[in-house]
């Protein structure tokens, strides 16, 4: 019995060693690496944040030489931004492609995972550009090295589709079917991921009641039931996720991944902006990293994690539009973080103020009243700045959750998981 009793204590004590905050990176866990703002660290500075966290990867809207260097020699991968500006030129010129490929994908480091040729081109002001997208996406592949394994892809909003409630639904808008369907097929062709922008907030907006809220939240909840696939939903992530899956699907491309280019939780906002605080901020992203982390995946693909990119790693006090556009920041700018995120390795809570200028953190107001629809502000550097841009209605035909301008495994973690389960296995064995 004695003998028993000290397996028993071992196997507790490996558990609890289990639940200790992650070290090294996971190739699912990214961010978004804003620069709309006069008040930023350097670039080094920011480099070496990211790097004291479990992100794997970063996702940058342009392609700042001095921004892109200070990733150099680091593990972390970066998906870089070409303009909605330089579509034209990149789709009628094969040549200037290939100078645009020379000029900022680095041959060495830092890896580049992924291109975003423009950002929401579907609804930029210039309907002209969607038809030139693939053309510039095409030129843009075509340039890269022979057996590169950079992809070319380009970020969406959840507005593409027409329909999204219940998941199983999800539709993309027919009228988007001649810039959509060859690019689609593009992405097939290549390998390369489908970028979405899914905001959960935008939904609790939207439809702010408390169990609304504990949707969005990754909080516990009745679940909601999809009567046409027979699965049950815990999260709004997970839905639109799907409902994204099921309008691919429906296209016949099973084979397309999706990769969640932008999603996050304002930690402050304007008084007709419900929910938008620190504390359901940080419960947003704490749960959204757990989730990522159980390698559940979503009910309609599950045991796989979707990659998704974080939006952001600072507030930027530059961007117009909403008072929530300026206040998504996980870190402030002293390199300490908004609120708990659970991203540090070992616990940490950030690098200090002694890597960049000690601002003083934003103060949060008390919690704001009922919302008002939002729309898209723009972006520097492409015709849409990098933010929201909506509002996700559930219940309605319409899903609009997203905001301003990844090839590795997701099975980094799987062995922690399998350990977990056989200890499990044990202790219940023994008791």
């Excluded at 991968?77 to 303009?83: E, F, H, I």
């Excluded at 996406?137 to 892809?153: E, F, G, I, T, W």
């Excluded at 489908?194 to 939904?203: H, K, M, Q, R, S």
Aim: glycine residues 8%; hydrophobic residues 40%.
């Amino acid at each position: 019995m004695t003998e028993r009793r000290q397996v028993l204590l071992v196997l507790l004590g490996v558990l609890q060693l289990l639940r200790l905050p992650f070290a090294a990176p996971q190739s699912f866990i990214g961010i978004n690496y804003g620069d709309v703002a006069d008040n930023l660290p350097p670039p080094s500075s920011t480099a070496r944040l990211i790097q004291s966290t479990t992100i794997s990867k970063v996702r940058l809207y342009g392609t700042d030489p001095t921004v892109v260097s200070a990733f150099a020699g680091t593990s972390i991968s970066l998906l870089l931004g070409a303009a909605n500006g330089d579509i034209p030129n990149l789709a009628s010129s094969p040549a200037a492609a290939a100078s645009w490929v020379a000029a900022h994908i680095p041959s060495t480091s830092p890896s580049v995972s992924t291109v975003s040729v423009g950002n929401e081109v579907l609804f930029a002001d210039d309907a002209s550009l969607a038809a030139q997208l693939v053309p510039a996406m095409q030129n843009l592949h075509d340039a890269l090295p022979p057996n590169s394994s950079v992809k070319v892809s380009t970020v969406h909003a959840m507005d593409v589709l027409a329909s999204s409630d219940p998941p199983s639904s999800g539709a993309f808008k027919p009228e988007l079917s001649a810039a959509l369907d060859p690019l689609l097929a593009f992405l097939s062709k290549t390998g390369s991921p489908f970028l979405i922008n899914p905001y959960p907030y935008f939904a609790y907006l939207s439809d702010p009641r408390p169990e609304t809220l504990a949707f969005c939240l990754f909080q516990p909840n009745a679940g909601r039931p999809d009567a046409g696939s027979g699965l049950t939903y815990t999260n709004m992530f997970d839905a639109m996720v799907d409902a994204v899956r099921a309008a691919l699907d429906a296209k016949g491309y099973k084979d397309v991944d999706i990769v969640v280019a932008e999603t996050g939780w304002p930690h402050k906002g304007d008084p007709d902006e419900a929910g938008a605080t620190v504390e359901n901020a940080g419960a947003f992203v704490s749960g959204l990293v757990s989730h990522l982390r159980s390698l559940a995946g979503t009910p309609r693909a599950p045991g796989k994690s979707v990659d998704t990119y974080i939006f952001a790693v600072y507030d930027e006090d530059l961007k117009p539009g909403k008072g929530s556009e300026r206040y998504f920041g996980l870190f402030q700018t002293s390199l300490t973080e908004t609120y708990p995120t659970g991203l540090h390795r070992n616990g940490t809570a950030g690098l200090g103020p002694a890597m960049a200028p000690s601002l003083a953190p934003t103060s949060v107001p008390p919690p704001p009243a009922l919302p008002t629809p939002q729309g898209t502000p723009a972006q520097s550097g492409s015709a849409a700045v990098a933010g929201p841009s909506g509002v996700c209605s559930p219940g309605t035909a319409t899903a609009k959750c997203s905001r301003h301008n990844a090839a590795e495994s997701s099975r980094t973690f799987s062995v922690p998981t399998i350990i977990a389960g056989f200890l499990f296995t044990a202790l219940q064995m023994l008791i």
